[in-house]
């Protein structure tokens, strides 16, 4: 036995002392990290049923699969097959009757935290004559069924959607249009008294299938689907998006007569943004208005995710202020926040709207040599009537 065999074998003991002995489950994911394990099992075991349902899950997921790179010597996540989903519940499908990709999730009302009023919230969001308005700037439920062979276990389909910052906002004209569909969105939920309680970052997505001529792969978001080199995208300039809010599991709607005033006053609820100051530990039991949380979150995440992270953002900093204040009841109604941004909107200069964002952590030599091809896209945008605000 050699030294390396022999350090490797007293580290694994020393472990199974403080942890206990692995499963075999463990040890076979400890050999080959790139192996179908843990909770993608539960999709695999699902597969053929799926099939039936008319989604097709990816290759990896097929019951008699078996990992291409074993005795190649090469590494797993070098190969398509050997790209692991990212959460539990979600996973991308092909859908048969048309071959559009989709996102499957999974909603298991018995031991996950999913519940029956995130579906009910969905399919009213998703019927008519809600579906139709152009405001609507929530993902909609496709489809919606009761697996046969689940207790309570429900799967929501819906479009394939990618991370509403990725790729990074070119111009303050895209980031602009962003704002724009934001806040009308999130004045849509209000006008018909959904208040969303977790409409952070990572709760709102792009449609950007205008910006992708080849689809992108739903775990490795900068390859093609296909595998056959990088995605290479448009500017959202070239090719508007849509953007929308998803992930109703926090989120509540005030019919009539469920609440005796308005703003309904209900207990906190802790979504991905803990920095909400009527979220904190020491107000946990006191009643809070879920419409002005709403209003944080957005104000929060303009700040964090534009005016800290790039340079001449400044044009919001009233309106953020506002509507990030520690008192709920000091902070606009989103109709206001409507009416405020348009007038900023309007304000902006289109030298300005064409401008490139820079992150205040680029280098000044990249951001040098990043000019000169901005310059030429944007005498090209011009040129073509391309509007410095590219709303879809």
């Known amino acids: 036995m050699s030294a390396n065999d022999a350090e490797m074998e007293s580290m694994e003991a020393r472990r199974e002392r403080v942890f206990g002995p692995r499963t075999e489950e463990q040890r076979r994911f400890a050999k080959d990290p790139g192996i179908v394990g843990y909770s993608e099992i539960w999709w695999r075991d699902h597969y053929d049923l799926f099939l039936q349902l008319g989604y097709k899950l990816r290759s990896r997921f097929h019951p008699k699969w078996t990992p291409p790179w074993q005795g190649t010597g090469r590494p797993y996540d070098k190969y398509e097959e050997g790209q692991r989903t990212l959460r539990p519940v979600i996973m991308d499908a092909t859908r048969d009757s048309d071959g559009a990709y989709v996102t499957l999730k999974m909603l298991d009302l018995v031991r996950g935290r999913a519940t029956m009023e995130e579906i009910t919230i969905n399919q009213y969001l998703s019927s008519e004559p809600l579906a139709s308005d152009p405001h609507n700037r929530c993902a909609q439920a496709l489809e919606v069924f009761k697996l ?4 309570q276990v429900y799967m929501m389909v819906m479009k ?3 991370p509403f910052d990725n ?7 895209e980031a602009v249009a962003f704002f724009t569909q934001l806040f009308e969105g999130l004045q849509f939920l209000h006008e018909h008294k959904v208040a969303h309680r977790d409409c952070c970052g990572s709760n709102i997505m792009m449609d950007a299938t205008p910006m992708y001529p080849k689809p992108w792969h739903p775990v490795k978001l900068d390859m093609r689907r296909d595998w056959k080199g990088k995605a290479k995208h448009f500017t959202r300039t070239e090719r508007p998006v849509k953007y929308y809010y998803v992930d109703y599991g926090l989120s509540q709607h005030f019919k009539p007569g469920s609440t ?9 609820v802790h979504g991905v943004d803990k920095t909400v100051p009527e979220n904190q530990e020491d107000k946990y039991d006191t009643p809070c208005n ?8 957005l104000g929060n995440l303009i700040r964090e995710s534009f005016m800290q992270k790039y340079y001449g953002f400044g044009f919001m900093k009233d309106l953020v202020a506002d509507m990030v204040q520690d008192d709920p009841s000091k902070r606009p109604e989103i109709n206001e926040v409507v009416t405020r941004f348009a007038k900023i909107r309007e304000s902006l200069r289109s030298w300005k709207l064409r401008s490139r964002t820079i992150p205040r952590k680029e280098w000044k030599i990249v951001t040098l040599w990043r000019y000169p091809p901005h310059i030429a896209r944007t005498i090209r945008f011009i040129a073509t009537r391309k509007p410095a605000i590219p709303d879809p």
């Open 148 to 151: 046969p062979d689940e207790e």
């Open 160 to 162: 394939s959607l990618r």
């Open 167 to 173: 790729p990074v906002f070119a111009t303050f004209g």
């Open 260 to 268: 005796s005033s308005w703003p309904p006053l209900v207990l906190p």
């Open 290 to 297: 879920p419409f002005a949380t709403d209003i944080y979150y």
